[in-house]
């Protein structure tokens, strides 16, 4: 992710550049690229590990996290979200969700079961009403 960039005719360029899971996890590193006419110059600041993205702040759900859930969800579909998100405590560790993204689960869950809905009833989408569940003039023509 870039921050700033600034140019002037005839002096260097200063390109700086930020983590770009700063944002997740808080990672302090960045780095600057300085140009000149006859060097081009990389300077780190803040260190970079493995350990620099463990602290996990973001409200997203994870690849990880939506696959549990969506698996869950398959074996499982009328499973309320809640009994889904506390379930995930007994798979692997980076499967784990905590309490304040439920509402992600809770939409995750929603989705998942009309994905699974729509494939049973071979992409016809029902809305509730009764109109959906009434057959097409082209369905009727094929049955």
């Known amino acids: 992710m870039m921050l ?6 005839g002096a260097p360029i200063y390109l700086v550049l930020k983590c770009p899971m700063g944002f997740r996890s808080g990672c302090p590193c960045k780095w ?7 060097k081009t110059q990389l300077d780190r600041y803040g260190i970079h590990t493995e350990t620099s993205h463990q602290a996990e702040n973001s409200k997203f759900l994870t690849v990880p996290q939506k696959s549990a859930i969506k ?6 579909p009328l499973m309320p979200p809640s009994t889904v998100r506390r379930n995930l405590k007994n798979m692997d560790s980076s499967s784990h969700v905590s309490p304040h993204m439920t509402p992600s689960v809770r939409r995750l869950v929603v989705h998942a079961r009309n994905d699974l809905l729509a494939t049973f009833l071979d992409d016809v989408e029902m809305d509730g009403s009764f109109g959906s569940m009434e057959l097409r003039p082209s369905e009727v023509a094929q049955n």
């Open 4 to 9: 700033a960039e600034i140019s002037v005719q």
């Open 32 to 38: 600057q690229v300085t140009t000149e006419r006859t």
């Open 71 to 76: 698996n869950l969800v398959r074996g499982n």
